[in-house]
């Protein structure tokens, strides 16, 4: 069974929209407008494109990547390796940026039961939640910036569900505030 594993920047408060700076979002660009830049804190990102063998994405974060990532040197693991977009309202696949197109979450517990590495979940913050919500996440890695956004998109849901456990298996602050935190979910 394959692990899947969602990647986040994360404020305190659990905030996850627009840390990059897309537009619609009042707070965007909070992780490194008001953040020193440590390049330490992004080492967990270039591990991840070298341990990770395929991408999955909601189809919004897939519509904001397929333009920009193919054309981005940093990317280049994630722009060899297969990508999956779970929605069921994208027609077709971005041809800048080749996915295969899943309909629904049972289609994304069959592809973890397929031979083969770790699979990210990048941005997506409606599919991390309906993931979440369903038992299929196994691994969290969280990046947590020293800031309260109050209002945006979160990275968990609100819906009333067992409690569910999680092991730290890695941790680090660095100096600028920024916390790595890498959990596995207990089953």
Do not use: C
């Not at 408060?13 to 992004?42: C, H, K, L, S």
């Not at 341990?51 to 054309?71: D, Q």
């Not at 397929?114 to 196994?138: C, F, N, R």
């Amino acid at each position: 069974m394959r692990t899947l594993v969602v990647t986040a920047f994360t404020s305190l408060d659990g905030v996850v929209q627009a840390p990059g700076g897309e537009p619609g979002y009042r707070n965007a660009g909070w992780t490194f407008q008001d953040v020193e830049f440590d390049p330490a804190v992004y080492e967990i990102k270039d591990r991840e494109q070298r341990e990770t063998t395929a991408l999955l994405l909601g189809r919004t974060s897939y519509e904001a990547f397929a333009p920009v990532w193919p054309t981005m040197d940093d990317f280049a693991g994630y722009n060899a390796m297969p990508r999956y977009v779970v929605s069921t309202t994208l027609q077709q696949q971005d041809d800048r940026w080749p996915a295969t197109l899943l309909r629904s979450l049972d289609e994304v517990a069959a592809l973890k039961e397929t031979e083969g590495g770790p699979i990210a979940v990048h941005g997506s913050a409606t599919l991390g939640k309906a993931l979440a919500d369903a038992g299929l996440v196994d691994r969290y890695h969280l990046l947590v910036f020293p800031v309260l956004l109050g209002a945006g998109l979160r990275l968990w849901s609100e819906t009333d569900k067992d409690k569910e456990r999680l092991r730290v298996v890695e941790s680090q602050t660095y100096p600028n505030g920024v916390v790595k935190l890498v959990y596995d979910v207990l089953r």
